[in-house]
Each structure stands twice: as structure tokens, then as C-alpha cells.
Nanobody
Framework: QVQLVESGGGLVQAGGSLRLSCEAS????????VAWFRQAPGKEREFVAG???????YYASSVRGRFTVSRDNAKKTVYLQMSTLKPDDTAVYCC??????????????????WGQGTQVTVSS
């Protein structure tokens, strides 16, 4: 069983930066793939970025070059560094963990555990 808790969201002006954290419980966290998803009002949940157990990273085209995902297994934490934020990045951001850590899934249905989410609001 893994529990995930996100933090770091908030209100920021366009062009600014935020760093989200996803802290996990559970002894085998290092074996999991972890992804960030976001959901804006009236829109479907979408994949943002993810990292496998082998530290391979993937990004949605809309955030590539602006966001960076990383993990610190000793701290059982995955980070999402967000830079050059745009109003379109406004959403609730959730992290999710997949026991199949060698691969990264892009569909939310593949993930076993979810955090509650943290709100990110980017003002223009």
C-alpha cells in the first residue's frame, strides 16, 4: 500500500515558477513509476510528466522544456519543477504511482495509487 501527499501548489504570475512535491509512504516506493496529471475545470485529466523506477522521464509536449520531473528515493519524494508558467497551466495537479515501475503509462487508468491533488493557479 502506498499513500501519496502532494504539496507546493499556489498562486503565481505568468512566467513564474513553482515546485510541486509528491511524498510517498511505503517501503517499495523506489520500484514504482510516478506520474503527474492535471485537471482543469471542464477538462479531462491529462498526463503532464512522469518518471520510471529507472529515472527515465517523459513529458507532455505542452510542458516539455518548461517542467522537470525528478525523484529522491531516499526521501520517497517525486518533484515537479515548473518554470515559465502560463495561465493554461492552471489546474489541480495530482501525482500517481504505478507498481509497474519499469514503464511509464500515460493513461490514468494504469495507476494504482493517487494523491489528493494540489491547486496551481497562474494569473495573467
Amino acid at each position: 500500500q502506498v499513500q501519496l501527499v502532494e504539496s507546493g501548489g499556489g498562486l503565481v504570475q505568468a512566467g513564474g515558477s513553482l515546485r510541486l512535491s509528491c511524498e510517498a509512504s511505503g517501503r517499495t516506493f523506489s520500484n514504482y513509476a510516478v506520474a503527474w496529471f492535471r485537471q482543469a475545470p471542464g477538462k479531462e485529466r491529462e498526463f503532464v510528466a512522469g518518471i520510471t523506477s529507472g529515472h527515465i522521464t517523459y513529458y507532455a509536449s505542452s510542458v516539455r522544456g518548461r517542467f522537470t520531473v525528478s525523484r529522491d528515493n531516499a526521501k520517497k519524494t517525486v518533484y515537479l519543477q515548473m518554470s515559465t508558467l502560463k495561465p493554461d497551466d492552471t489546474a489541480v495537479y495530482c501525482c500517481a504511482a504505478d507498481r509497474n515501475g519499469d514503464m511509464l503509462a500515460f493513461s490514468p487508468r494504469e495507476y494504482d495509487y493517487w494523491g489528493q491533488g494540489t491547486q496551481v493557479t497562474v494569473s495573467s
